[in-house]
Every structure is written in structure tokens, then in C-alpha cells.
């Protein structure tokens, strides 16, 4: 069965400062990998996701992503984050259902705490 | 457009009522996914739909029933609540039932409290 483990249940992180937030999936079939957001009080927003093709995935607000098969890794960064990037954010991949649902499996999430 | 539009968007409950709650996916997409979130964790999968059929479940108990009405919207039943129902519930929409490429967009969820 997939799953995915995010390890950091929250990062500090100061402003314009880079960040890297971890994630580790767990798959014995092809994987399909996903970042989402969640600012407070709202739903989940796609930042970026990865199919297949290039390793380095970039997507929204300059957050980028790099899939590494042999260390089963999918993680999330940025090179200068912004107070309002300070948000939970949650790793999640596509379940066993392959082509026949779309059902996404959540990390725990990672709350990325920027400080001015 | 309008996003995936969730009612109502706080509820209080006391154990072993029902509780509906409402989805109102984008426009043009014709499958609806509900997940709950426990405060703390991350989202767990409840039901998908599409074209108004079940096409997926989680592992949830009998007590959880959903259904889609023939413009797309959707509704989640919850019978005789538990404490441990209270969570935010997520509705999400995409355009097909499962296409690798078809994202999903999410609402911004009901808040159910159990007391």
C-alpha cells in the first residue's frame, strides 16, 4: 500500500531564509506525487505535482520539487520564503485505485512557521 | 468562476444526531471527493463520485453515506455521531473520475463539532 511520511511536524524558519520540508513516500508501484497547502481557516490548494518526466518539478508561489526514486523522497522548497508562505503544508500521493479514482493519501502535514 | 463551494461552513452537533453536509463542485467538473481532517492530521479519503456512482471508499464505518445529484453537487449523511466525527470535512472536485492529470480542487470544508 502507498503511503507518505512527512518527518518535521513543524519548521521555523526565518524570513527571505530557505527552506526544505520532507517527505518520504512509500510505493511498490509507479508513484504519483503531490504538495498541497493550507493557509489557516482554509481549504487544501495544489502547489505543485509530479507524474512523471523531470525530476524537478517547479509550481506556484516559487516553491519547487525534486523526486528522488532511489531515496524515495519527494521534498519541498524554496530558496527566500515570505511571511505568508507560513501555512500547513501537506505531501500526499495517489492511491492504490491507480486510473479508477483519484484518492489522495496525506502526509500528517508540516506547519512552516516564517519569523520576521 | 467560482470554486468548490462547501455548506454550511461551521456546525455543532451533539452525539448520536445526523448531520448533512453540502458541495457545490467548480463548474464543468463531475466528480466530487469528501475527505475529513482530524485536527492534526492530514486528510483521509471518504467517498469519490462520479457521474452520480460510488466510484471509491474509504475505510469508514456504515454510518457515513454520500450521494450525487444529477448537477454535480453532493451531500454527506453522517448517522448517530460520534465525539470522534468532529473534524473539518473537505469537498473536492475535478473534472473526470480518476485521470492522473485531473486535479482535484478542494473547498474550503465544513468545521463539525461534536459535543
Known amino acids: 500500500a502507498q503511503s507518505v511520511t512527512q518527518l518535521d511536524s513543524q519548521v521555523p524558519v526565518f524570513e527571505e531564509a530557505p527552506v526544505e520540508l520532507r517527505c518520504n513516500y512509500s510505493?511498490?508501484?509507479?508513484?504519483?506525487l503531490f504538495w498541497y497547502v493550507q493557509y489557516p481557516n482554509q481549504g487544501l490548494q495544489l502547489l505543485l505535482k509530479?507524474?512523471?518526466?523531470?525530476?524537478l518539478v517547479k509550481g506556484i508561489n516559487g516553491f519547487e520539487a525534486e523526486f528522488n526514486k532511489s531515496q524515495t523522497s519527494f521534498h519541498l522548497r524554496k530558496p527566500s520564503v515570505h511571511i505568508s508562505d507560513t501555512a500547513e503544508y501537506f505531501c500526499?500521493?495517489?492511491?492504490?485505485?491507480?486510473?479508477?479514482?483519484?484518492?489522495?493519501?496525506f502526509g500528517t502535514g508540516t506547519l512552516l512557521a516564517v519569523q520576521p | 468562476d467560482a470554486g468548490v463551494t462547501q455548506s454550511p461552513t461551521h456546525l455543532i452537533k451533539t452525539r448520536g444526531q445526523q448531520v448533512t453536509l453540502r458541495c457545490s463542485p467548480i463548474?464543468?467538473?463531475?466528480?466530487v471527493s469528501w475527505y475529513q481532517q482530524v485536527l492534526g492530521q492530514g486528510p483521509q479519503f471518504i467517498f469519490q463520485?462520479?457521474?452520480?456512482?460510488?466510484?471509491g471508499r474509504g475505510n469508514f464505518p456504515d454510518r457515513f453515506s454520500a450521494r450525487q445529484f444529477p448537477n454535480y453537487s453532493s451531500e454527506l449523511n453522517v448517522n448517530a455521531l460520534l465525539l470522534g466525527d468532529s473534524a473539518l470535512y473537505l469537498c473536492?472536485?475535478?473534472?473526470?473520475?480518476?485521470?492522473?492529470?485531473?486535479?482535484?480542487?478542494f473547498g474550503p470544508g465544513t468545521r463539525l463539532t461534536v459535543l
Open positions: 473536492a472536485s475535478s473534472l473526470g473520475a480518476g485521470g492522473l492529470t485531473d486535479t482535484q480542487y
Open positions: 510505493s511498490s508501484v509507479s508513484v504519483y
Open positions: 509530479y507524474l512523471s518526466g523531470s525530476t
Open positions: 500526499a500521493v495517489i492511491g492504490p485505485y491507480g486510473g479508477a479514482t483519484n484518492k489522495l493519501i
Open positions: 463548474s464543468g467538473h463531475k466528480s
Open positions: 463520485y462520479y457521474e452520480k456512482e460510488e466510484r
